[in-house]
C-alpha cells in the first residue's frame, strides 16, 4: 500500500487534475487570484469567504441564521439541494471535511490507497454520535450503499457511479452487497473504484457520505429515515434538537463529537424565512445574525454600519448559476423542438432582470459561472461566455420557424411556467418572464405555482412540466460539477437533455489530465447545451453579497463544497 497521510496529499490534491466521475471538492492554490473584498472578508476560487477572526470572549455562544427553504428531509442519503446540504453537513461528519476551503481530515484520520489507486483505505477515528454511541465503518459502508438503494432515490447516485458495484445496484442489475464498500475492522473502511481517481478524496465530503446506522434504517425505516429530529443520528459538530416544520430547526453542540473541544457555539437557531423582505426586516431588528445573498440595496442601506464596524460585509462571486430549464421531452410537443428553446431563451433581458427586478447578481451568458477554476486558472478567464452573439438573433422569427417544424404553423400556443413556490420573489420573476415571453413571442404564458421547494423538484424530477426556473451550485471546484449533470440520463438533468456529442466532450473529461484540452471540451460541450441545441437557458450567475454582526466570527460562506455557512470553528465574541 502506498500511504497518503494528510500532510503529504494535501499539496497533491491542491494542484492535481480532476479525473473520473467527476465530483470533487477542490480547495485551489492562492495562484488563482484571492482578493480582499471588505470588512476583511476574502473571496477565494471556488467563492468561499471567510469572516474575520477574532479571540473569543466569555459571551453566550448562540448565533441564528435563517432558512431559505422548507427541509422535507434530513436523510443524508437524500440530502440534495443547498438547504439540506447545508443542515446535514453540521449535524453529520464526512470522512473528509472542507474548512476554509481546504481538505481536512473529518470522520477519517488517516487514508491510503493501493499502487493502482484503485483501492482506497480509511483509518477512522475515536467519534461518537450525540447519544454516546460509537461511529463504525459499517456506519459509512451503510451511507454509500444508501446512495445507490432505488428505494432511497438518491439524485446525485450517477456522481458516485465511480465506486464499484454502485451502477448495478442502482439500475438494478446488482445487490447492496455487490458495492465495492467494506468495514474491515469497526474503524477501517475500504472502498473499491472501477477507476483510479486522483480526487476521489473530494467525493468523501458528500452529505451523502455521512454515517447512518444500518439498525435506523432497516426494513420500512430505510425509506423515512430522517424525518424526525428525534431519529437522527449525528455525528457532527451539532445535533438536530428540535424540528418544528414550517419553522425552524435548533441545533445543539453535540458534546460526544471528536473535535467538540473545538467547538464553542452552543446552539444554532435555524428559522424558516423564505421571503427575501422578511430576512431584512430580522436582520434589521437583530433577529438574524448572518444573513446570506442580499441585495446590492439592502446592502447599501447598512454602509453606514459596515463602514462603523457594526455590520462585516463579505461578497464575491460565487459558482452557482440560475436557468430556465426546458423540459426537452416536453408531452405536449413545444420544448421538444430546439428553435422554440431558442425563441424563449432569446427573448429574456437579462441585464433588465438582474437590474430591475432582481436587484443582485449578475446576467449569464454561459453555464459556468465565475470563481470556478479549471486546474490552476479561472475558468471564465480563459473561455468567453458563449452566448452573446447568438442572443443577437430574432427570436419571433425562429419561434416561427420552430413552430412550422412541429405542425403547428401560425397557431398561438399556451405554455405553463411552472413557478417553484408562493414567495412574492419568486412570484415577481416568474412575471418577467411572463411578460417577457408574452411581449415578445406573442404566445399565452400561464403560470402553475408549486405549494413548496420540495413539490416543485419531485414534480420536475419526474417530468411534469414545461418550463420553469431551476438552478445549481458547485459542489467542487471544477466545471465537472456543472457539466455532468445534464448528460443523458443523469438524475441530475431535469431538462431531460440528451446530445451524443455533448455526452462524448463530458465523459472524455472526466478522465483527461490536460487542463487545457479538459477546458477546450468543456467549452465545447457548454456551447451545445447553451447555443446549439439550447437545453436549457441560463439567467444569472451568483454574486453574492452577505451580511452578519460584527460580534460574530470564525465562520465561512462557502461557494464549491461545505455547508453554505460553515459554523465549526464560528463563535460570538
Not at 80 to 95: F, G, H, P, R, S
Not at 110 to 124: P, R
Not at 345 to 363: F, G, P, T, W, Y
Amino acid at each position: 500500500m502506498k500511504k497518503r497521510w494528510l500532510a503529504l496529499c494535501l499539496a497533491t490534491l491542491m494542484a492535481a487534475s480532476l479525473t473520473a466521475c467527476g465530483s470533487s471538492k477542490t480547495s485551489t492554490p492562492d495562484t488563482t487570484g484571492a482578493q480582499t473584498t471588505a470588512a476583511g472578508s476574502e473571496t477565494k476560487a471556488g467563492g468561499e469567504t471567510k469572516a474575520e477572526e477574532a479571540p473569543a470572549g466569555a459571551v453566550e455562544q448562540v448565533v441564528t441564521i435563517p432558512m431559505f427553504s422548507d427541509p422535507d428531509t434530513l436523510d443524508p442519503g437524500r440530502s440534495d439541494d443547498e438547504q439540506k446540504n447545508a443542515i446535514v453537513l453540521e449535524i453529520q461528519e464526512t470522512l473528509i471535511r472542507l474548512m476554509d476551503g481546504k481538505v481536512t481530515p473529518g470522520g477519517a484520520e488517516s487514508w491510503e490507497t493501493s499502487d493502482d489507486g484503485l483501492v482506497w483505505t480509511f483509518k477512522l477515528r475515536d467519534n461518537q454520535y450525540s447519544d454516546g454511541t460509537a461511529v463504525t465503518a459499517q456506519d459509512y459502508v451503510n451511507s454509500i450503499r444508501r446512495i445507490f438503494d432505488p428505494e432511497v432515490n438518491c439524485h446525485n447516485a450517477g456522481i458516485f457511479y465511480c465506486i464499484k458495484g454502485g451502477e448495478d445496484f442502482n439500475t438494478g442489475k446488482g445487490s447492496k452487497e455487490d458495492v465495492a464498500a467494506k468495514a474491515v475492522d469497526d474503524k477501517t473502511l475500504e472502498i473499491t473504484l472501477t477507476e483510479p481517481l486522483p480526487y476521489f478524496l473530494q467525493l468523501m465530503t458528500f452529505a451523502n457520505v455521512t454515517p447512518v446506522p444500518e439498525s435506523k434504517t432497516q426494513g420500512e425505516k430505510n425509506s423515512s429515515y430522517g424525518a424526525t429530529a428525534e431519529e437522527l443520528s449525528s455525528s457532527g459538530p451539532f445535533y438536530a434538537s428540535e424540528w418544528v416544520r414550517g419553522s425552524r430547526i435548533v441545533l445543539k453542540k453535540n458534546p460526544n463529537y471528536w473535535d467538540a473541544a473545538n467547538v464553542k457555539l452552543e446552539t444554532v437557531n435555524m428559522v424558516l424565512a423564505q421571503d427575501e423582505n422578511t430576512r431584512e426586516q430580522m436582520f434589521n431588528q437583530g433577529q438574524l445574525d448572518i444573513l446570506r445573498k442580499v441585495r446590492s440595496e439592502y446592502a447599501d442601506t447598512l454602509k453606514a454600519k459596515i463602514d462603523g464596524g457594526e455590520v462585516q460585509l463579505l461578497e464575491g462571486p460565487q459558482p452557482r448559476y440560475s436557468y430556465i430549464c426546458f423540459n426537452n421531452e416536453d408531452p405536449n410537443g413545444i420544448f421538444t423542438n430546439e428553435k422554440i428553446r431558442m425563441a424563449f431563451s432569446i427573448a429574456l433581458d437579462r441585464e433588465s432582470l438582474v437590474k430591475n427586478v432582481m436587484k443582485k447578481d449578475q446576467a449569464a451568458y454561459g453555464m459556468i459561472p465565475y470563481g470556478l477554476s479549471i486546474g490552476e486558472e479561472l475558468f471564465r478567464d480563459i473561455y468567453p461566455e458563449p452566448m452573446k452573439d447568438f442572443l443577437a438573433q430574432d427570436p419571433k422569427a425562429l419561434l416561427e420557424e420552430g413552430l412550422k417544424e412541429i405542425g403547428k404553423e401560425g397557431e398561438q400556443i399556451t405554455v405553463t411556467f411552472l413557478q417553484k413556490n408562493s414567495d412574492n420573489d419568486t412570484k415577481v420573476q416568474a412575471e418577467y418572464y411572463q411578460n417577457q415571453w408574452q411581449t415578445k413571442l406573442g404566445v399565452i404564458v400561464k403560470i402553475d405555482t408549486a405549494s413548496d421547494n420540495s413539490s416543485f423538484n419531485n414534480q420536475v424530477s419526474k417530468g411534469l412540466y414545461q418550463v420553469c426556473q431551476t438552478g445549481w451550485g458547485a459542489d467542487y471546484n471544477d466545471p465537472m460539477t456543472f457539466m455532468q449533470c445534464y448528460m443523458t440520463g443523469d438524475g441530475n438533468n431535469p431538462a431531460f437533455f440528451s446530445d451524443a456529442k455533448y455526452d462524448e466532450l463530458v465523459e472524455a473529461c472526466k478522465t483527461e489530465s490536460d487542463m487545457k484540452v479538459r477546458g477546450e471540451k468543456f467549452a465545447e460541450a457548454e456551447k451545445i447545451i447553451t447555443v446549439e441545441h439550447c437545453g436549457l437557458a441560463p439567467i444569472t450567475f451568483t454574486y453574492d453579497k452577505n451580511v452578519a454582526k460584527s460580534s460574530v466570527k470564525g465562520f465561512y460562506i462557502n461557494g464549491a463544497g461545505g455547508p453554505a455557512i460553515e459554523l465549526k470553528s464560528a463563535y460570538v465574541e
